[in-house]
């Protein structure tokens, strides 16, 4: 079995053409930290990024929501908070309201009357269904499930946590929920550190620890610090890792960063927004795979391919890297 630890596009990307050369079964665990409770509906981006990818309906120009979704209730939504004048910002619930309710949802908990965060009328459905299971008092672990059931994926896709952990980013402006930070001020804001918030109190969903037991476990080229790192914070997975075969894809080539805020949020976090910076996060990993273009020199092996993925056949090709790393340290 292989194991993919998801967060992000990254991995799901990866995940899309190493499932085909990689040794199956296969597991993703993927990153709850930036989940959040918007209008009263639980959405999980990362673990859906991977439901709607597997599941065939994903929007892959945009690499979230599903294909061709539309978009009424929250045009409405949006119009309905114009007249009644609430302003432009996320409407972030006052602390004493993070931690009330169900309680996987505390510290990301935002209204609905200003959608930040643009859901489709499909997506919502999954939003709608998700919360209710939760509701009725089903994990997690048990929702995702059941989710990925009825998209007909083949992978076993199970949340890092059936317990609250929110990524929190400390800013000039003050603390935001990553999805604040990113969807609504397109990271903009300076970072000045970023907050795992819960992860002290939260124990890993049994079937994520147990799915990095049986790897080996491949790490995508996703953000070290939001994608990863709410994982790594939970002891159950850090240990897990610490005994699994691990091979990593470096998001950076030398010093550039493919997409997305890594280098910002690895320089906040005490990291060299750097290859070197991800192996140095990635203490765990047995090995790593770098693009043709990335002369940094590693203390442990090293596979180089073009790292660059636009399609499928792009993705097969990093995987079949992933594949000769894990060769090289025996988890193949």
Not at 112 to 123: I, V
Not at 274 to 297: H, K, P, W
Request: no cysteine.
């Amino acid at each position: 079995m292989t194991t993919f630890l998801a967060g992000g596009t990254g991995t799901p990307k990866l995940l899309a053409g190493a499932r085909e050369v990689l040794p199956g079964p296969h597991s993703v665990v993927g990153n709850t930290g930036d989940d959040v409770e918007l209008g009263g509906l639980f959405v999980s981006p990362d673990i859906d990024t991977v439901l709607f990818d597997r599941g065939g309906v994903l929007d892959r120009t945009r690499w979230w929501g599903i294909e061709d979704d539309t978009t009424e209730t929250h045009d409405e939504l949006n119009r309905l908070a114009d007249a009644a004048g609430f302003g432009e910002a996320p409407r972030y619930l006052p602390d004493e309201l993070q931690t009330t309710g169900r309680d996987i949802a505390r510290w990301r908990r935002f209204s609905g009357a200003r959608e930040f965060m643009e859901l489709g009328d499909k997506d919502r459905a999954v939003h709608v269904l998700r919360t209710s299971l939760l509701d009725e008092g089903r994990s997690l672990t048990e929702v995702t499930r059941t989710l990925a059931d009825a998209f007909g994926v083949t992978e076993d896709v199970v949340p890092m946590s059936d317990d609250p952990v929110a990524s929190i980013v400390h800013t000039g402006e003050g603390e935001m929920h990553f999805q604040e930070f990113w969807v609504a001020e397109h990271g903009t804001p300076d970072v000045e550190r970023v907050e795992f918030r819960g992860a002290d109190e939260a124990t890993a969903a049994p079937a994520a620890v147990s799915a990095i037991r049986e790897g080996p476990v491949v790490v995508g080229p996703s953000n070290p610090v939001t994608s990863i790192g709410p994982m790594l914070e939970l002891d159950e997975i850090r240990d897990a890792l610490e005994h699994a075969t691990v091979v990593a894809v470096s998001p950076f080539v030398e010093d550039e960063v493919f997409s997305g805020p890594a280098a910002k949020l690895m320089e906040a976090h005490g990291y060299d927004a750097s290859t070197r910076g991800v192996a140095d996060a990635y203490d765990f990993a047995d090995a790593f795979v770098l693009d043709t273009e990335d002369g940094t020199d590693l203390s442990r092996p090293v596979v180089r391919t073009d790292t660059l993925m636009d399609d499928d056949a792009d993705a097969r090709r990093v995987g079949e890297a992933v594949r000769d790393a894990l060769d090289t340290v025996g988890g193949v």
